[in-house]
């Protein structure tokens, strides 16, 4: 594991941290097909391109 300390200041990070609370995450295996969709567990932000876009922001 990589880590990176002090990559953003403690108000960029709060800034983050706000913006993924407040994200609506659903169940990815609604869009799996077949087996994987039996292993697959992760959750994933409805409008993925529009949120890493505001995080970027």
Do not use: C, Y
């Not at 990559?7 to 913006?19: R, V």
């Not at 409805?46 to 970027?56: D, G, I, M, S």
């Amino acid at each position: 594991m990589l880590s990176l300390q002090q990559l953003l200041t403690p108000a960029e990070l709060a800034n983050t941290n706000a913006k993924l609370d407040a994200a609506t995450w659903v169940d990815r295996r609604e869009t799996a097909h077949g087996t994987t969709r039996q292993i697959k567990n992760n959750r994933q932000h409805r409008e993925p391109l529009f949120r890493t876009r505001q995080l970027a922001n």
